[in-house]
């Protein structure tokens, strides 16, 4: 059977579509409401943007998030030093405080919250979270962001883990991460060998 041929009698108004020769309302129309979008990762500047960002993300289909590969890099680094004597190690108090943001962490290798929150959860004063965080940034294992230097709304922070220890997401993906954490190899040739920062890892991968 064909299909009814839509009413030539329909028009638009105020967001509804009604029919002209009745003034019954007959549906709400598509143009009524904005159209929604996921933003771009590296675009996130709040934790309302991060927010809005997950609702597109079905975080069913994500790997089980565990501490497997945070341990196998331990593990790795702690093999490293006792066969080849090279001190790589990752301390204790290091790994501690990667497994408690191991537990922050909802999609790939990023956190946005608080300032306060976050200090809350790592037992510090918030004027201590900077020092606290700074085991982990000084081994660059941790990248942060504030209103400072980042971008970020006032009183909330970024946090951004290597993903070799610390990554929400499949292993194809992760790899990708991985090597845009480290510097690239164009910068060699440069003389200016250094690791992406936050922004430039997120514009390459995000």
């Known amino acids: 059977m064909s299909k009814t041929p839509p009413s030539k009698n329909l028009i638009t108004v105020d967001g509804l579509v009604v029919d002209k020769l009745t003034g019954e309302a007959v549906k709400p129309s598509v ?81 946005f919250m608080t300032q306060a929150a976050l200090a809350k959860v790592l037992g510090v004063d918030e004027s201590n979270l900077m020092k606290k965080l700074k085991v982990l940034v000084g081994a660059d294992m941790l990248r942060i962001s504030t209103s400072r230097n980042g971008n970020i709304r006032t009183g909330e922070v970024k946090l951004v883990i290597n993903p070799r220890f610390v990554f929400r997401g499949g292993d194809f993906t992760r790899d990708r991460y991985v090597e845009d954490w480290y510097c690239p190899v164009g910068y060699l040739h440069m003389g200016d060998l250094r690791p992406l920062n936050a922004d430039e890892c997120f514009a390459v991968a995000a």
Do not use: M
């Open 31 to 111: 143009f009524s409401t904005p159209a929604d979008y996921q933003p771009s990762l590296h675009d996130c500047r709040s934790v309302d943007d991060f927010a809005r960002y997950l609702k597109f993300v079905d975080r069913r289909k994500l790997p089980a998030h565990t501490l497997h590969p945070l341990r196998d890099e331990v593990d790795y680094a702690r093999g490293i030093w006792c066969r080849r004597g090279i001190d790589c190690r990752i301390t204790l108090p290091q790994q501690r405080l990667l497994e408690t943001l191991h537990q922050l962490v909802v999609y790939r290798n990023v956190i």
